[in-house]
């Protein structure tokens, strides 16, 4: 079995990796990237499962974002290597990742994806009926769960980032040779 840990900097070829495998070069085009574009995950809330050997097979981060005029958190992407998807991976991550958000405070969580496998975690489309996502979205497929009960109760609006911002990494600068005066 898998351990779910907090993800690092250092996990960020891995997971990158991981999500390319999962989701492919059409995961950038998704409305769910453009809130995530440029931001960072949520503190506390970007895991990682391993396997015995050290390996990631996992990953799964939540972002901060606005759903209408209520703070929320929008999970996503959750993505599990094709050869532990049999081995519970995702359901421990998904358990795991609420159960943080909800002891971190957080009130309610909006996500994209397929609604029979999120309803076995209480994630419902019927929250997110005055919402709106800022592109294309199967409203079926736009679910939220509320980690505090009315959390979402009249919720109307825009679903938008809100989250802290990544800052671009540097180029590294090389100091030119001193010229001889």
Same mark, same amino acid.
């Given at each position: 079995?898998?351990?779910? *840990?907090?993800?690092?900097?250092?996990?960020?070829?891995?997971?990158?990796?991981?999500?390319?495998?999962?989701?492919?070069?059409?995961?950038?085009?998704?409305?769910?990237?453009?809130?995530?574009?440029?931001? =960072?995950?949520?503190?506390?809330?970007?895991?990682?499962?391993?396997?015995?050997? $050290?390996?990631?097979?996992?990953?799964?981060?939540?972002?901060?974002?606005?759903?209408?005029?209520?703070?929320?958190?929008?999970?996503?992407? =959750?993505?599990?290597?094709?050869?532990?998807?049999?081995? $519970?991976?995702?359901?421990?991550?998904?358990?795991?990742? =609420?159960?943080?958000?909800?002891?971190?405070?957080?009130?309610?969580?909006? *996500?994209?994806?397929?609604?029979?496998?999120?309803?076995?975690?209480?994630?419902?489309?019927?929250?997110?009926?005055?919402?709106?996502?800022?592109?294309?979205?199967?409203?079926?497929?736009?679910?939220?769960?509320? *980690?505090?009960?009315?959390?979402?109760? $009249?919720?109307?609006?825009?679903?938008?980032?809100?989250?802290?911002?990544?800052?671009?990494?540097?180029?590294?600068?090389?100091?030119?040779?001193?010229?001889?005066?």
């Amino acid at each position: 079995m898998a351990v779910i *840990l907090d993800e690092g900097p250092a996990d960020a070829g891995a997971r990158e990796a991981l999500l390319d495998r999962a989701f492919g070069p059409a995961r950038f085009a998704k409305t769910c990237e453009r809130l995530r574009e440029g931001r =960072l995950p949520a503190q506390g809330l970007a895991l990682k499962a391993v396997d015995a050997s $050290g390996r990631m097979v996992g990953t799964l981060r939540f972002w901060h974002v606005a759903a209408g005029d209520r703070a929320a958190l929008m999970l996503g992407p =959750l993505a599990v290597e094709r050869e532990a998807r049999e081995e $519970g991976v995702g359901s421990a991550l998904m358990r795991e990742g =609420l159960a943080r958000a909800a002891a971190l405070g957080h009130d309610a969580v909006v *996500l994209v994806g397929d609604a029979p496998y999120y309803a076995r975690f209480g994630f419902a489309a019927e929250a997110t009926e005055g919402l709106s996502l800022p592109g294309p979205v199967e409203r079926a497929r736009f679910l939220a769960l509320e *980690l505090q009960t009315g959390a979402l109760d $009249g919720a109307n609006g825009m679903v938008r980032a809100t989250g802290a911002i990544a800052l671009p990494r540097r180029a590294a600068v090389v100091a030119a040779p001193k010229r001889a005066a």
